[in-house]
């Protein structure tokens, strides 16, 4: 068992020296991941369907295989695939390529191991290394010299290598050994939980939090949709507090803040905090539980009538005209669509 929470900072590539490693998918963490391996001198292979990802691999320099060729060939398969495809391709693609043999198998979420959905063979080592950040945002940060967060986890350690490997990947993948890189001992069944349950509350709250000051203030108070979507997020001043939070810390950024604005926050979070406390506890309960793996699952294998049904209301919505309309004139936004 991992000393859970543990902090790393740096760690060994040699576990990965001479190991042939396949990035199975070319896509946001794949592109990124796969580039900076093969800057560290690692030896790096795609395996992807043949399609327009396939082409950007190859064009980018990368030796494409089918997604068994490679993993047939690999030491360490990292599935940087969506996380609702991956049990299907991993079962029918990985799996009668990787029987019986020593392999290292990553994966950059929790998602299908913490609820059963993907069982590697006894044989393997199965590692999470899983960043905190999208993969555009990791190619920048490297480029300009610097490490991101990640979550390391081990499911199984057959080889009783895992979580050296599982390291040695951060740094392979620039998360660890430069500035702002850091990595977590986590656990895949962890990952999961907080990351779907940011999903589940954190997000769709906010979310839902601006529709309803945006009806209540235009609809009752005669407040102009432009004012409103410019004060709520069209100003980017959310996003500059998302990045005081993070460099300051989630209390600091306060002060930066007028003592009106501290007054009302100050007292208004405890109310808050009473209303969204039962909400959270009840979709950690439901996270916990698998009863969200298994409602995901199932709108999957129905064809996803609750997701499109429910774009097409949110696309319909006042607000989301008011940000077309408002979005066409600030020409953040085609005038065509
Ligand atoms: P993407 O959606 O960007 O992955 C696209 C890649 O997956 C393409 O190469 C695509 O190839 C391939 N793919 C899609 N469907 C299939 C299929 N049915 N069969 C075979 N290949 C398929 O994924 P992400 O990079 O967003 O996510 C990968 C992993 O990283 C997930 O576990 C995710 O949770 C994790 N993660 C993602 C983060 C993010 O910011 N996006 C952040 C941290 C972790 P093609 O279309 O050619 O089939």
Redesign the pocket.
């Known amino acids: 068992m991992a000393d859970l929470g543990r902090l790393v900072f740096d760690a060994d590539l040699q576990p990965l020296r001479g190991a042939k490693i396949a990035v199975?998918?070319?896509?946001?963490?794949?592109?990124?991941q796969a580039l900076i391996l093969r800057e560290a001198g690692l030896d790096v292979v795609?395996g992807?369907?043949?399609?327009?990802?396939?082409e950007k691999?190859s064009r980018e320099g990368f030796e494409v295989l089918s997604?068994e060729e490679a993993s047939r060939k690999a030491d360490l398969i990292s599935?940087?695939?969506?996380?609702e495809?991956?049990p299907?391709?991993f079962e029918a693609?990985v799996m009668p390529e990787i029987r019986g043999r020593s392999v290292v198998i990553n994966?950059?979420?929790g998602?299908?191991i913490a609820f059963g959905l993907i069982r590697p063979p006894e044989k393997a080592d199965v590692i999470m290394v899983?960043?905190?950040?999208?993969?555009e945002?990791i190619l920048d940060l490297h480029r300009r010299g610097l490490g991101y967060p990640v979550l390391l986890g081990v499911a199984q350690n057959a080889s009783g290598r895992a979580w050296d490997y599982a390291k040695a990947l951060a740094k392979g993948i620039g998360a660890l050994g430069r500035p702002g890189g850091v990595g977590v001992l986590s656990s895949f069944e962890e990952e999961a939980l907080i990351?779907l349950l940011t999903e589940n509350t954190l997000a769709p709250m906010i979310l839902a939090a601006i529709e309803a000051f945006f009806d209540i203030v235009t609809q009752r108070y005669g407040v102009s949709p432009e004012a409103a979507i410019l004060e709520l997020y069209a100003s980017g001043e959310l996003g500059e507090l998302g990045r005081a939070m993070a460099e300051r810390g989630l209390f600091e950024q306060l002060k930066l803040q007028s003592r009106t604005s501290q007054y009302a926050q100050l007292t208004r979070i405890p109310v808050f905090r009473r209303i969204l406390t039962p909400l959270i506890e009840r979709e950690a309960e439901r996270i916990y539980r698998g009863e969200f793996a298994r409602e995901w699952g199932l709108e999957r294998l129905s064809g996803f009538p609750v997701f499109t049904r429910s774009w097409a209301i949110l696309e319909s919505s006042r607000l989301a005209r008011e940000e077309d309309r408002l979005y066409k004139i600030l020409g953040r936004r085609s005038k065509r669509s």
């Not at 199975?24 to 990124?32: E, L």
């Not at 992807?48 to 396939?54: G, V």
Request: charged share 15%; hydrophobic share 45%; proline share 5%.
């Open positions: 199975i998918g070319y896509g946001n963490q794949g592109r990124a795609v992807n369907l043949r399609d327009s990802y396939w691999a997604v599935i940087l695939i969506p996380d495809v991956a299907e391709v693609s994966f950059a979420s998602y299908n899983a960043p905190r950040m999208v993969g945002a990351d």
